[in-house]
C-alpha cells in the first residue's frame, strides 16, 4: 500500500512518456522523492513495466487491468502478468478506459487475490460511494470535464474533493481518497490535503510541463 | 516481413505462456528454427514484450495495437510503445479481440506509419476480403467455432482456407495468409500450405502441450 | 411505482415474444393479473414498446436506455423516447447489456428527471451494494451462470437472495429488490417472497413454456 | 430497395425529432415526396418505427439493428422486430454507432435473409471500399469530422465523394453510394449527384432548421 500523502503520475500515452522517456521521468520522480521523502508512484503502459520496475525502486502501476482469469484472452491485460512484470498495483476505470460495473468488482476481487494495490478513477461523488463498497485501496476522484484542463479541480469544484472524502470515509474509512484534474503545482496539491485527500493522481501537469523536474519539486513541495 | 512459410504462435494469456514462461517458449521456439530454418514467431503479452525481445532473436509480436495516436490513452495500447519495446509486429482483431471496421483501417495505417508487421484475424471468407481490400502484411483466417477445438480448420472446413486463399489473392496478391483453430501437429501444417496457405496462427496445441518441444518440433517438419 | 409484490417479465428478443407476439403475452399477463389482483409488469423490446402500451393496462418497461441525453446518438435508446412511447420504466444493466458504472448513474439520473422507474440488474450481492448507493427504484439480483437454466435461483442460490436484501436494505430500505435466474414456477416465486425479495425477475420460464397462461398462473399463485 | 437519387433523412436521438414530432416530420416528407416525386426516407428510433409507419407511407428505416438471432439479447435491436414493426431497412454502422468488422458481415446477412434493406455508413474511401465487398443495398459515405458542421462535404471534400464512387463501383457497381455530412440545401445534393453519388443521407440540416418544410423543398429541388 502507498505511503500517503502520496503523488501519482498517470504517464498516458503520450510520445513524451513512452519507453525511455518514461523511465527517465520515473529517475527523476526516484531523485526527488529520495530527497524529500515525499510519497510517489508512477503508473506506465503495460509495454514499459518491466524495464521501469527494472530503472526504479518506487513503486510502479499499470494504467489498466482487464476483468480476466488466465486462459484465452488475446490481447487484454491479465492482471498476473502486471504482477510478474514488476507492477505493484493497477488504476482501474480510469476515465479513458471505463469499465462496467460487474467487472471493476471482479478486478479488484482479481488484485485481491494477487495482493496488487487498485486506485480506482471515478467521476463524482455518487460513483465514488459506489465505488467505496467495494474497498479498493484508493478511490481518485477527477471530473472528467476538468481533466487535461488548466484550472485544478481543487480550485473549480473543491466540493467534489471535500464531498467525496466524507461520503466514503462514511462508507469505508479505510479506501485511501486521490483527487486529480487539471492539477498542476505545489499550490493545487497542499489544497487537495487540505480537503481531506490523500494525495493527487495528475498525468499533464508533469508530462507537458517544459521542465519536469522543477514540476516535481513544486508538486512534493505541496505536501510538505 | 515473416519469412514464409511460417508458424506464428499466439501465447494469448495463459499461465503456461505468461512471463518467464513465455519467455522458455520463445528460446525454444528459437533453438527449433534456427535448427530446422523454419520460420517462427512468438505473439505475447504487452507486459512481456520488451523481455521476450531481450531473450530471443525470433520475431516478437504484440497481441494487440489499439487505433490510437500519442496522447490521452490511459491503459490502452499504443503501437509506438510496442514498437520501441521490440516488437516487429502486432495481431489486429484476433477473435477475441475484435475491433470496428474503421479501427482496423486505422490500426493498419499506424503501423504502416512505423513499419511494424500486421497480422489480421477474420473469422471467413466474406470478412477476408473486406479486410484483403486494407493490404495487411498478413491475413490470418479463424473459423471462431473451431479456436482452441480438438479439429484442425484444416480438416474441418479446408473450404474456408482454400476460399480464403483465393478470394484475397484476387483482391490482393502481395497478402499473406495464415489459417488457424485447431491446429496441432505437422499433419496439419503440411495440410495448410497444400491448400495455398502461408503458414498457421495456432494457441493452444503448443501452450498446452504436455511435451511443447516435441509439438513445436511436429509443427515445424510439417513445413519442411 | 410498481406495487409489490410484483412479478416482472422480461421478453428479451425471442421470436415467441416479438411483436404481436409480445403483445399477446402481455394481453394473458393483463387478463390474470386483474383476475388475481397480482402485480405483473412486461419488459419488451424498443421497437415494440408503443404497440404494446396500446394493447395493454398493465406496466411497461423497455429493456435498456442509454445513457445519453437527445442529440446526436443515431441508434441509441434516448430515455426520453421510451417515455414517449409510454414505457413507466426501464431495465437498467440487463446481464445481456451491462453498463459502465458511471453510465449507470447517468441512466438513473436521466431516468429521475423523466419520472421513470429503473430495474437495475445486478450479478452478486457486492455489486447490488454498490447499486444501492445510487437509489433505484429497484435491484434485480441474477447470478449470471444461472439464467436460462432449470434451477431456480431460490433453490439454487438461496444465500445470494437473502444477502441481498439485507445488503441493500442496510444501504437504502426504499429500494425494493427482485431475484431472477431459473424462476420458472409458483414456488419459486413464494421462496423468493420467503427470502424476503418483493418479487421476480423472468423470461425463458414464461416465454419458452408450452403453456404460457399455465404458467403465469402458477406463478401468480406464488404470491398468494 | 429505394428509387434513386434519393434523400434520406436520420433524424437521430434530437428532442426535435423524438415521438410525435418525428411523425409530424415524416408527414412533410411524405407531403413533398408526393408533390416532387422526389424519393426520400426516413430513418427513426427504434421506439418510433411502428407508429411513424403507421403515419406515413414513405419508406421509413431503423437507426441500427445488432448482428443478434432472434434468443437472449435483452435490450438489443433484433433486425426481426425492426422487420414487424414496418421498417423496410436499416442504417449500419453508422459514425455514431459503429460496429465490428464481423458484425457489420453478420448484420447485413441477417438483412438479407429478412429482405430489410441496408445503408451502411463510412468515414472513407478504404473503409467504403471494404464494405463495398459485402455487398450491401447502399453506402453512405461521411467524414466524421464534417458531420454536424456548417460546411457539407461536398465543398469541403468533394474528391472523398468522387472517389469512394470510383472505388466503390469498381468492387461493386450494384451498391448505391450516398454521401453525408454538413448537407443542408438543394446546391448540395445537386453537387452529390454530380460527383456521382445516388442521393444524400443528412441530419441536423434538417432537423435543427427553423423551417423544415423550406429546408426539405430546396434539398428537393436539388434533385430535380
Same mark, same amino acid.
Given at each position: 500500500?502507498?505511503?500517503?500523502?502520496?503523488?501519482?503520475?498517470n504517464v498516458k500515452t503520450?510520445?513524451?512518456?513512452?519507453?525511455?522517456?518514461?523511465?527517465?521521468?520515473?529517475?527523476?520522480?526516484?531523485?526527488?522523492?529520495?530527497?524529500?521523502?515525499?510519497?510517489?508512484?508512477?503508473? $506506465?503502459?503495460?509495454?514499459?513495466?518491466?524495464?521501469?520496475?527494472?530503472?526504479?525502486?518506487?513503486?510502479?502501476?499499470?494504467?489498466?487491468?482487464?476483468?480476466?482469469?488466465?486462459?484465452?484472452?488475446?490481447?487484454?491485460?491479465?492482471?498476473?502478468?502486471?504482477?510478474?512484470?514488476?507492477?505493484?498495483?493497477?488504476? $482501474?476505470?480510469?476515465?479513458?478506459?471505463?469499465?462496467?460495473?460487474?467487472?471493476?468488482?471482479?478486478?479488484?476481487?482479481?488484485?485481491?487475490d494477487l495482493g496488487l494495490?487498485?486506485?480506482?478513477?471515478?467521476?463524482?461523488?455518487? $460513483?465514488?460511494?459506489? /465505488?467505496?463498497?467495494?474497498?479498493?485501496?484508493?478511490? =481518485?476522484?477527477?471530473?472528467?470535464?476538468?481533466?487535461?484542463?488548466?484550472?485544478?479541480?481543487?480550485? =473549480?469544484?473543491?466540493?467534489?474533493v471535500r464531498n467525496t472524502?466524507? =461520503?466514503?470515509?462514511?462508507?469505508?474509512?479505510?479506501?485511501?481518497?486521490?483527487?486529480?484534474?487539471?492539477?498542476?503545482?505545489?499550490?493545487?496539491?497542499?489544497?487537495?490535503?487540505?480537503?481531506?485527500?490523500?494525495?493527487?493522481?495528475? =498525468?499533464?501537469?508533469?508530462?507537458?510541463?517544459?521542465?519536469?523536474?522543477? /514540476?516535481?519539486?513544486?508538486?512534493?513541495?505541496?505536501?510538505?
Amino acid at each position: 500500500m502507498l505511503k500517503t500523502p502520496t503523488i501519482v503520475l498517470n504517464v498516458k500515452t503520450y510520445m513524451e512518456s513512452t519507453g525511455e522517456n518514461a523511465f527517465e521521468i520515473a529517475r527523476l520522480m526516484e531523485k526527488i522523492a529520495e530527497e524529500t521523502k515525499v510519497s510517489m508512484a508512477i503508473a $506506465v503502459q503495460a509495454c514499459d513495466i518491466s524495464r521501469c520496475v527494472d530503472a526504479v525502486s518506487i513503486p510502479v502501476y499499470a494504467q489498466h487491468i482487464d476483468p480476466i482469469k488466465p486462459g484465452s484472452n488475446t490481447g487484454w491485460t491479465l492482471p498476473e502478468a502486471v504482477k510478474m512484470a514488476g507492477a505493484v498495483g493497477a488504476l $482501474v476505470n480510469h476515465s479513458e478506459h471505463r469499465l462496467i460495473l460487474a467487472d471493476i468488482d471482479t478486478c479488484l476481487l482479481r488484485a485481491k487475490d494477487l495482493g496488487l494495490d487498485t486506485i480506482v478513477c471515478t467521476n463524482n461523488v455518487a $460513483v465514488s460511494k459506489a /465505488v467505496a463498497t467495494f474497498s479498493p485501496s484508493m478511490i =481518485a476522484v477527477e471530473p472528467p470535464e476538468l481533466i487535461g484542463g488548466d484550472i485544478s479541480v481543487t480550485t =473549480a469544484d473543491p466540493g467534489i474533493v471535500r464531498n467525496t472524502v466524507q =461520503a466514503v470515509r462514511r462508507i469505508n474509512n479505510t479506501v485511501k481518497i486521490l483527487c486529480g484534474a487539471g492539477v498542476k503545482n505545489g499550490r493545487d496539491v497542499a489544497k487537495a490535503i487540505e480537503l481531506g485527500a490523500d494525495g493527487v493522481l495528475l =498525468a499533464s501537469g508533469v508530462i507537458k510541463a517544459k521542465n519536469k523536474e522543477e /514540476v516535481l519539486r513544486d508538486l512534493a513541495a505541496g505536501v510538505l
